[in-house]
DNA sequence: GCCAACGTTGGC
DNA sequence: GCCAACGTTGGC
């Protein structure tokens, strides 16, 4: 089982919009970024990930799984780009903000923290379960 | 194939 | 709103 991280700017698709999607799920689509396509490429179904808000909110706000494999993108005819389906999971009872994350040194190695602009991104096993207790949240 | 210019992202 | 960092593009 893989971890990683979705960031999302709350004004094009929020996590609100993301849990009324409900098990449905919904494409991760307009990601045209090559690092951030390879990703999903090695994503599985079942593979859970941070459901993180940038610009004003910057905190983790919740999970979600992947569910559905890597597949065309819907929004563009261009075939080089790939996106995964995801559906939410659970929602932070206290979202972790990047402020958070940056003030404990265990978390200091992470992507976020390292490459800000990585929209997807993989997470490790320490950094998942440290982020979950901070925010309140059990699987 | 190199590198300057440009556009975009996202923290502050 | 500003600006640094990064990725991509395109001229040479």
């Known amino acids: ?14 996590w609100d919009q993301q849990v009324a999607k409900g098990a449905a799920g ?3 689509d307009g990601i045209r970024n090559y690092q951030a396509r390879n990703f999903m490429r090695e994503m599985k179904v079942g593979d859970l990930g941070f459901f ?8 983790v706000v919740g999970v979600i799984e992947v569910s559905a ?13 790939e996106c995964v389906d995801i ?5 932070f009872p ?5 402020g958070d994350i940056k003030s404990d040194p ?12 990585l929209s997807v991104q993989p997470v490790t096993d320490d950094e998942w379960k440290i982020i979950c207790e901070m925010g309140g949240y059990s699987e």
């Not at 993180?52 to 905190?59: F, L, R």
């Not at 559906?87 to 929602?91: D, K, L, P, Y």
Request: net charge positive; no cysteine; aromatic share 12%.
């Open 94 to 98: 206290n979202p972790v903000t990047l």
């Open 106 to 117: 265990r978390l200091s190695e992470m992507v976020l923290v390292k490459n800000s602009r």
């Open 1 to 14: 089982m893989a971890y990683w991280l979705f960031k999302s700017e709350p004004n094009t698709w929020s």
């Open 52 to 59: 993180y808000h940038s610009m004003k909110e910057k905190a």
């Open 69 to 81: 494999k890597i597949h065309p993108d819907s929004t563009t005819d261009d075939p080089r780009w």
């Open 87 to 91: 559906r939410a999971v659970g929602s």
């Open 26 to 28: 919904e494409e991760w």
